[in-house]
């Protein structure tokens, strides 16, 4: 009886994914990013050591509030990444399994006590579809951002890899969001859920685009192998610059007034080309940066 009551208070679980597991989990978070607040749980699995139970956020910049449809695309994005890594053939490469399911019961505290970590801002409800997959433990470090930067540690493998898909993709898409644990010494790494980011963004409201692919060559070091791919150029990183300037120089060609906020131009947004057809070694001297704001110029 202590144990059922234990449960109801302190205990959320989920209903069976898929593959028939389903997942058990602490009603405090451990953890908190930008777009997922984690828990620690198990599963039903055999085996399966220490789940992370990933819970979505409400908003995101598109604005994408269902769960169903973010946990669908977080597991796409996974799968895609997949599919690229058996075409590398890469043996030292691992994605964890990842599993999706409907919340089945919420415990007590989870309905009424919202977490004091300010961060969290997150409050369980039966209408939510969470994703699980094993914890990796303390050890876990990003090799490389969801962004496209490579990390000081990241190795020359996982590089090649992502470098593999953009020019497997012929330049339209690029796997970012490599984190995990490395084993065996740094020969194998076990990975969580990567990012796929694409010149047209069609993996979801997280799909960074051609951003992802510049940060990624700003900061990549090409190994003997991917040294042969092409890589992108650049194509007018500052299409609007001119439009902003000759804006600029016409009010103050026609008036002596000061300024006022609202008379200003808006605040130059960059719009990356990127042209992987004819492209050419990418140097760390071509990163683009957007000018300085209108601030900044008068």
């Known amino acids: 009886m202590g144990n059922q009551i234990g449960a109801l208070l302190f205990q959320n679980e989920t209903c069976n994914s898929e593959s028939g597991q389903w997942a058990v989990f602490h009603f405090r978070p451990s953890t908190s990013g930008q777009r997922l607040v984690g828990f620690k749980g198990i599963t039903t699995e055999y085996m399966a050591g220490n789940q992370l139970v990933k819970v979505f956020k409400q ?16 597991i796409e994005n ?48 039966e209408d ?41 993709s012929k330049g339209q898409e690029i796997v970012t969001g490599l984190k995990g644990v490395m084993t065996k010494q740094g020969q194998k790494f076990k990975l969580t859920s990567p990012a796929m980011n694409s010149v047209s963004k069609k993996y979801g409201p997280d799909d960074l685009g051609e ?51 609202d008379d200003k131009p808006p605040v130059y947004d960059s719009k990356w080309r990127v042209d992987f057809e004819n492209s050419r070694t990418f140097s760390s001297q071509m990163e683009p940066t957007a000018p300085p704001s209108y601030d900044l110029i008068t």
């Open 211 to 261: 951003k992802a692919m510049l940060n990624f060559f700003t900061s990549h070091v090409c190994t003997d192998v991917c040294s042969q791919w092409p890589k992108p150029t650049i194509l007018h990183p500052f299409d609007n610059l001119e439009t902003t300037i000759k804006t600029q120089n016409f009010i103050t060609a026609t008036t002596d007034m000061p300024f006022r906020n």
């Open 59 to 74: 908003k995101t910049d598109n604005d994408w509030n269902s769960s169903h449809r973010r946990s669908s695309s977080y």
């Open 128 to 168: 939510d579809v969470v994703v699980f997959e094993r914890h990796l433990g303390k050890h876990f470090e990003t090799f490389i951002k969801r962004d496209g930067t490579v990390n000081g540690n990241c190795c020359a493998e996982l590089q090649e890899f992502v470098h593999f898909v953009y020019n497997e």
């Open 78 to 125: 996974k799968e895609i990444a997949q599919k690229y890594l058996r075409k590398y053939e890469g043996n030292s490469i691992t994605f964890l399994e990842l599993h999706a399911a409907e919340m089945d019961r919420i415990a007590v505290f989870s309905r009424h006590i919202r977490s004091s970590n300010k961060r969290h801002k997150l409050r369980l409800s």
